[in-house]
């Protein structure tokens, strides 16, 4: 079953890692963010997300901003993403055949969690200090792209690749393109690049 949901908030901070102290953002949500942020809404044993699409439905505004410190990170200036507002398109996948049996049952406690405000943690976009709110949208109507992108094709660099399984062995990348607002999230990219 697939989901779209539109995801906002006031500001985003998806932390590029070749920054090593300094906060400096992706300029859009990336595909293991995006996965990230369903988990912080459903997570279960055996059940991942597959992130098929990420909707750029805003303005890419970017921009300097201050953030509290937060545990043993010092506070400051950080490169934000202002206004963002994304649509996320995704399935649930069982991690093993065993749970496939599970998945309608894991998609309506997805829906009654997300549409009756009952997730586990308060969702944020990329660090806990930017709070993020969504909607889940109904079957058929998702997030339409911000207009000033069609037409366009961004190329964002290496983000961050997450197939929804479980390797933790390393971090991989695959080069990630906008076009007509919409970054597609292929399940075998041709370019995975391991770190």
Known sequence: MRFHLEVKGERACFRRPEFKRDLISYDVMPPAAASRFL?????????G???????????????WGDLAARGGREGGPAWLIQQP??????????????DEGD???HAALFTQAVLGGESKMRPFLGLPEC?????LMPTGQPIQPYSALIGVERDLGWLPYDSGIPVRSAVRYYRGIVRDGVLDVPQSPPELLAM
């Open 103 to 105: 998945l309608e049952h």
């Open 131 to 135: 709070a993020a709110t969504f909607n």
């Open 49 to 63: 997300w597959l992130v098929d699409q990420i909707t750029i439905a805003a303005e890419i505004k970017l921009g």
């Open 85 to 98: 507002r994304y649509g996320i398109a995704a399935r649930m996948a069982a991690l093993d055949a065993t």
């Open 39 to 47: 988990s912080l809404l459903y997570s279960a044993a055996g059940i």
